[in-house]
């Protein structure tokens, strides 16, 4: 579904307000995942509001699309996301991080509401996302799986076992995009564990590689609709992403895989965004 | 197998059937009645027999090849999606090279899958340790939400499987490779999931079992009766978790003195859930546990590493006899231990 001016206008309205989120859920969290939250942060918005078939009112509804989180770490970005579409008060993710909240890190998805698929570890979210879209094959259902990776995540080996059968399977009923931001805890992914072919591994896996800009919600969506065609057979959209994308000092920064803010670096936080959205 | 008359596992001729082969053609019939079951396994379609099913509903059926870790990824999505897989592999790759999709895919989300896991304990004794599972009770019973099931024989397999069915939540029944020997002639004995069952009534002294070590104890009994003039209980205690903390507590009570036999190390299995029942209750009792050793198996046929670890009738009724010997306090005052 191409996407208009308006409807574009409108989608980076909500990744600006959600960027504001994710630095407000950081603070209260005392610490989070935001380099890597705000990577995949595009990729969500244009999800929760424009592609997924999903219903907040009826999160179990069974035949709307599911989304599997394999970067599960990225939480702080996801949650505020699922507030902001509806499923839960965005004033609950005060408690992100506190004794006995729902909200920790990483998502659990018999807590908190949206989530289909508790994820954390990471390489298990592939496997799963498969396991989604047969069992929809199976049941001749028309709903897709969507699948979101951390790029340095794809040093595990489970990926590459999921990403066999994608294709073995003939999976076209699956959206899998990476997150290819170009870092990881310890550093750049090149240096820590080279991934590069990165695309030529996917394709020679059997997918159709799409490479985009993780950030330009026209380009995402061209590649989802591309996924989703079936035309190409399974499908990988190589989301070129920002670690810490919106926030200038975090941006391409790996100290910012996980980190706290105080008030000072809030503040310029938002006023980075601010001026990445034009509203400085 | 014998042609499929009547609707009891029985004509299976479970007597010539591995627990195996008894586990798939159920699956079969189970996947007549209910769409909702798909089949799963890594490359072990033949080896599980969970191929019979395959045969049957190709497509329900789905080999991700040599790939555990994918295998349980995979079932538990399709748990997700509302379906209810049966997944089967050998229960080291189950428990050990899919540990932790095991525990964080299907136990952290609570899904419905079942896991068979065939040549469980040294059952596979001819393959060496790389092959057998000695430690995967340890593993599973210590995953919250997960059941834990070691059927007796082919019979009391095809009541577990029929009744995991119904069970909410991720099961683990795991059964051997070979042609062990069969216990129960019929299905009628009232097999319920978290129940121990009765094998033999007893006072001086309770033998509680899980898998093969069932039959080879309900022979014990048999020959310590007629031999020592001993009295002893048998249990069958195949479901490791929810453990039947009564029918221990029973045997605590009536005849103070207990030993576990299982085909799994004694650290963390059937023996170690015993214990913690034993422990936690207060009051004395002459207690041992025997099972595999702290060291990786012997190799061999299974029959001789049976009686190697004393999971034989020989070893059973050996066993017995040395704890019938310990000097051990007999009244049943209990104010003055607990």
């Given at each position: 579904m191409a996407l208009t001016d308006a409807e574009i206008r409108e989608l980076e309205e909500q990744a600006w307000q959600l960027r504001h989120d994710i630095i407000n859920v950081t603070v209260w969290a005392g610490g989070a995942h935001i380099g890597g939250g705000l990577s995949m942060l595009d990729?969500?918005?244009?999800?929760?509001?424009?592609?997924?078939?999903?219903?907040?009112?009826h999160p179990e509804m069974a035949d709307r699309?599911?989304?599997?989180?394999?970067?599960?770490?990225?939480?702080?970005?996801?949650?505020?996301?699922?507030?902001?579409?509806?499923?839960?008060?965005?004033?609950?993710?005060?408690?992100?991080?506190q004794f006995g909240s729902p909200f920790g890190m990483h998502l659990d998805a018999a807590k908190v509401t949206g989530v289909d698929a508790s994820t954390g570890s990471l390489g298990h979210g592939l496997p799963m996302a498969v396991g989604l879209a047969l069992g929809a094959r199976a049941q001749k259902k028309a709903w897709k799986t969507y699948c979101i990776l951390g790029d340095?995540?794809?040093?595990?080996?489970?990926?590459?076992?999921a990403a066999m059968s994608a294709s073995h399977f003939g999976l076209t009923n699956l959206v899998t995009i990476v997150d290819r931001n170009g870092y990881m805890i310890d550093g750049a992914t090149e240096e820590v564990m080279a991934l590069e072919p990165f695309s030529d591994?996917?394709?020679?896996?059997?997918?159709?590689?799409?490479?985009?800009?993780?950030?330009?919600?026209?380009?995402?969506?061209?590649?989802?609709?591309?996924?989703l065609s079936g035309d190409k057979g399974p499908c990988v959209i190589m989301a070129h992403t920002k670690k810490g994308r919106g926030i200038d000092y975090m941006e391409g920064?790996?100290?910012?895989?996980?980190g706290s803010i105080d008030s000072t670096l809030a503040e310029k936080a938002r006023a980075s965004v601010d001026r990445m959205y034009g509203k400085a | 197998m014998s042609e499929v008359t009547g609707t009891t596992w029985t004509v299976y001729d479970a007597n010539s059937m591995t627990q195996a082969e008894v586990y798939g053609h159920v699956l079969c019939d189970i996947g007549e009645e209910r769409d909702d079951v798909v089949g799963l396994t890594a490359d072990l379609a033949k080896s599980t027999k969970i191929g019979l099913f395959g045969e049957k509903f190709p497509e329900r059926f789905f080999n991700v090849g040599i790939a555990e870790q994918n295998l349980f990824g995979v079932a538990s999505g399709m748990a997700l999606s509302g379906l209810t897989p049966f997944v089967s592999t050998m229960a080291a790759f189950a428990s050990m090279r899919a540990c932790e999709q095991v525990r964080t895919d299907i136990c952290y989300q609570n899904l419905n899958c079942k896991i068979i896991a065939t040549h469980g304990g040294i059952s596979f004794g001819t393959a060496g340790s790389t092959h057998n599972a000695q430690e995967?009770?340890?593993?599973?019973?210590?995953?919250?939400?997960?059941?834990v099931i070691i059927p007796a024989d082919g019979i009391e397999t095809a009541n577990a499987v029929r009744a995991c069915v119904d069970w909410d939540g991720p099961v683990y029944i795991r059964v051997g490779r070979g042609f062990e020997p069969t216990w129960y002639d019929s299905e009628e004995y009232g097999f319920q999931i978290g129940k121990a069952v009765t094998v033999s009534e007893g006072t001086?002294?309770?033998?509680?079992?899980?898998?093969?070590?069932v039959l080879q104890a309900a022979e014990a009994a048999k020959a310590l009766k007629a031999e020592d003039g001993l009295s002893v209980r048998v249990l069958n205690l195949h479901t490791i978790k929810p453990l039947d903390e009564e029918a221990v507590l029973r045997a605590v009570q009536e005849t103070r003195r207990i030993i576990t036999f299982e085909e799994h190390t004694v650290h963390g299995g059937l023996g170690s859930a015993v214990a913690d029942v034993i422990a936690a209750s207060g009051k004395g009792c002459a207690f041992e546990?025997?099972?595999?050793?702290?060291?990786?198996?012997?190799?061999?046929?299974?029959?001789?590493?049976?009686?190697?670890?004393?999971l034989d009738t020989n070893g059973i009724i050996e066993k017995v006899r040395e704890v019938m010997g310990r000097d051990f306090e007999e009244d049943e005052d209990w104010e003055d231990e607990v």
């Open positions: 990729i969500l918005v244009l999800l929760y509001f424009k592609y997924l078939n999903i219903d907040s009112s699309d599911r989304v599997v989180v394999s970067k599960g770490h990225g939480g702080v970005g996801f949650a505020p996301v699922l507030a902001r579409r509806g499923y839960f008060d965005f004033e609950s993710l005060k408690t992100f991080n340095g995540e794809c040093n595990e080996g489970a990926v590459w076992e591994k996917w394709r020679a896996f059997g997918f159709h590689v799409l490479e985009v800009d993780g950030h330009d919600f026209a380009a995402l969506a061209g590649a989802i609709d591309t996924s920064n790996v100290k910012w895989h996980y | 995967d009770v340890a593993i599973m019973r210590s995953f919250p939400n997960m059941t001086d002294i309770t033998l509680i079992c899980c898998g093969v070590t546990k025997v099972g595999l050793p702290d060291a990786f198996s012997l190799v061999g046929y299974p029959e001789d590493l049976y009686a190697h670890y004393k």
